[in-house]
């Protein structure tokens, strides 16, 4: 029988014979002396969302040992916008299971995801890290299930056009090189990710294929997606922001430019940052059973749509998020749900439910069974963009979800949001709908805010920069003030072209 570490890309797992979970100081010194590796790095999220990076060239075992055993001092007040520069030292300490050899040092470098503490040693209420472990752990507590979440990282690699077999615009949709361009930096990214211990379902092309004919060379700006597997959530918050990283660092290498902007070219497709979750208990699937969508799961989608406004604060930090949430771009804008719809807020996807006779019809010769797996039905939120504070965003899912598990108009709320297929049209006027820009989300987080404070979850300073950080824009009525100025949108696009 095949074992658990079998297969696993992680040169780390593979070399101690353990996953990654059990990791200890003592295999991680062990790993790095037999493997001649020369420096450790620290990688941590600081308040933009964005990883950072301390570099240790090891000078002998007590210097490893230490590094590894108390970690080291940071100045918070230049990572986090809200901390006080009076008391700005913090600590960052290494998580040992989160540990990869890195892939990008010419010098042989082990990297490792570290968690953030205050002067007393206790974990900071405001780094990214903690939010989200919290408002899981609380999740678990109320109601004793896990929530999993998996990230579709959309992104467009920018480049000189191709002229052999071009591209057809808006027409990239899994497509397969060559008429697909950059398959080898996608794929390339995957192998990456997954030796860094991300959990990756797959990659494919994306509907946006774009070509720009300014002055100079004709340009393309061509789009990929990489979905990863469901995570318990503080690990799929953190592979999604490892994941932008590799992709960045890669496309670099070859003289590449990518984006994960919401919006690089007015009218043509935006990229989302759709998160599909599920709640999990004792290892079976409690948002569906043999027969769909159960009551767990319609609290879930009512608790997302509850807060979907505030949500809007963590997963649509640009101005320009909202000109990708515009009817006809398959993205929402009325707050309801549906059955496979892709322009309603929350989508429940096609799932594998009475259908175990496919593998056997297509492969008449097989005798094996199935193997036994959990259901696969999830929740899809299809309002989140690149630009969100994943972190953020994933901890804001969570309250939501335990929310919508505990409210006894929960049930109620689902039926009456639920949208058919043949009737979201005329039912959608009779819809809210979603912020239409940073100030409304501002307004939409300020009136929801105690909600995610609640249980110390959120700490009312991040909320308040939060709010501050969307306000600053001024964007309120964005969309109608620049419409039909098409040089005054680029100029805005373009200022927003690297978020996240």
Known sequence: MYEEI?????????????????????D??????????????????GGDGKLKCLNFIINNIAHLDKILSIGERVDGSSLFPYIDASSSDLYVVPRFRTAFLSPFYSIPSVDILCSFYNNEGFPLASAPENIVLKAHNCLKEQTGMTLEALGELEYYVFSEADSIYPIIPQKGYQSSHPFSKWEFIRIEAMKTISEMGGQIK????????I??????????YVQHEIEFLPQPLEDAADQIVIAKWVLREIAYKYGLEISFAPKI?????????????????????MIADQHGLNDNGKKLIAGYLSMSKSLSAFGNTVPTSFLRLVPHQEAPTNICWGDRNRSVLVRVPLGWIGVDHMMENANPCETDEPPKVMNNQTVELRSPDGSANVHHLLAGMAVAARKGLESKN???NAEKLYVDLDVHRTKGKNLDQI??????????????????????????????????TLKDFQDDNFSEKLYGKDKELKEEVKKYIHCG
Not at 202 to 209: I, P
């Open 6 to 26: 079998d297969l696993n890309p992680n040169r780390i797992v593979h070399f101690l014979n353990k996953p990654a979970k059990d990791f200890t100081k003592k």
């Open 28 to 45: 991680l010194i062990n790993f790095i002396v037999k493997n001649d590796i020369k420096m450790v790095n620290f990688r941590y999220i």
């Open 202 to 209: 797959y990659g494919h092309s994306e509907v946006g294929n």
């Open 211 to 220: 070509m720009v004919e300014d002055e100079g060379p004709i340009r393309q």
């Open 265 to 285: 070219i007015v009218g043509h497709a935006g990229s989302g940052l759709h998160i599909h979750s599920r709640l999990v208990k004792d290892g079976v699937n």
């Open 410 to 412: 929960s049930l109620e």
């Open 435 to 468: 912020p239409g820009s940073c100030f409304e989300a501002a307004k939409a987080l300020e009136n929801d805010r105690t909600v995610y404070e609640e249980y110390k979850i959120f700490p009312a300073g991040t909320i308040d920069n939060t709010i501050k």
